[in-house]
């Protein structure tokens, strides 16, 4: 974990500073035919449905793109077994830069759940570059009567199987973020799974589930509506988007940390020249004030890593969760 927040922690000062580590082409990047890169839109494929974190930071960065490459970023949500489907349309695109795909944390948790996966994350994809680290909330529905993480662990002990939580789906990162709190708390919740994290905080806003841990992009709005109840921040620091939410950590849980990371990754093949233009310009993007500020008003830290660093985080992340899974004893599973 030590190494993951280091690469983090590294990568912010890249996007301070403007620029990414190495060399950077002299001449723009080109296709195999010669003509300048991009020469037509760029297809970003969000294997989740819109509203969910990936869906928030692609349109983001999107908003910018363009007026520096002449060429929109058109985000193609593709959801579908958890991610899967979209993820699959992705590996199998023709690896010219025109096709590109958001990464989530669940991408990295995948290998451990599902048998059978019809693209290697390591092999089937050439990384970009991470685009930020978002802030997961446990959040409780309203009528749910607890107010801290204490209290909610004490209402699981003395009441066991009386609450349930949403996820964004099985192998999804808030279902690891939760069962990493079962495990380190000594508790049980009900698991029931949503195709993505949108419907998985709709139906708590609607009180038809009892707890949630969600990104706070896409729970924010509802949290200031007073609809649903925070507890606790997932960070190892307070989010100074919400700063008022204590951590998991400081509520008695030492130790404990659940951040989904978000990027951009290409097919694999994709030629190095387009891949060193899409990260140096994706992370000058979120070196801009404006989208530095939306993003963590969201509660998601930019980063702007290198390929090289994003391809480090992606192994440690794949070894980090296949532990929490082995740990849960979540059987693996068909997708």
């Known amino acids: 974990m030590r190494n993951q927040l280091a690469h983090i922690a590294l990568a912010c000062v890249v996007v301070a500073a ?76 023709a690896p010219d830069g025109y096709t590109l795909l958001m990464f989530t944390g669940s991408h990295t948790v995948h290998p451990s759940i599902y048998a059978k996966l019809p693209y290697d994350l390591l092999r089937d994809f050439a990384p970009v570059t991470l685009t930020s680290a978002t802030t997961n909330v446990f959040v409780v529905h309203s009528t749910v009567p607890v107010r801290s993480v204490q209290e909610l662990i004490a209402l699981a002990k003395a009441k066991p199987g009386l609450l349930n939580y949403s996820s964004a789906g099985t192998g999804s990162t808030t279902h690891m973020a939760m069962e990493l709190f079962k495990s380190m708390a000594g508790v049980d919740f009900r698991h029931i799974p949503y195709k993505g994290a949108a419907p998985a905080v709709l139906d708590l806003v609607g009180g038809h589930v009892d707890l949630v841990v969600a ?43 659940a951040t989904n990371s978000v990027g951009v990754l290409a097919p694999a093949a994709t030629p190095r020249d387009i891949i060193v233009k899409l990260n140096a310009e994706i992370v000058r993007i979120l070196g801009l004030p404006e989208i530095r500020e939306r993003l963590l008003g969201l509660g998601a830290e930019p980063v702007g890593n290198s390929p090289e660093q994003f391809a480090a985080f992606l192994r440690e992340d794949i070894a980090r969760w296949a532990k929490v899974v082995k740990d849960a004893k979540i059987p693996l599973q068909s997708w």
């Not at 195999?32 to 760029?42: D, E, L, V």
């Not at 989740?48 to 058109?74: L, S």
């Open 18 to 93: 403007g620029h990414v580590p190495g060399d950077l082409p002299a001449q723009p990047a080109s296709t195999s035919a010669g003509q300048a890169y991009p020469g037509k839109p760029i297809r970003v494929i969000d294997a989740y449905p819109p509203g969910g974190t990936t869906d928030v930071v692609a349109r983001i960065i999107a908003t910018k793109f363009q007026e520096t490459n002449g060429q929109p970023w058109v985000v193609d949500n593709r959801p579908g077994a958890q991610g899967i489907i979209g993820s699959e349309v992705a590996a199998r695109a």
């Open 215 to 257: 990104p706070l992009p896409v729970i924010h709005s509802h949290i200031k509506s007073g609809r649903v109840r925070p507890l606790a921040v997932a960070t190892a620091k307070r989010s100074g988007a919400v700063p008022d939410i204590p951590t998991v950590a400081e509520s008695g849980i030492p130790g404990y940390e």
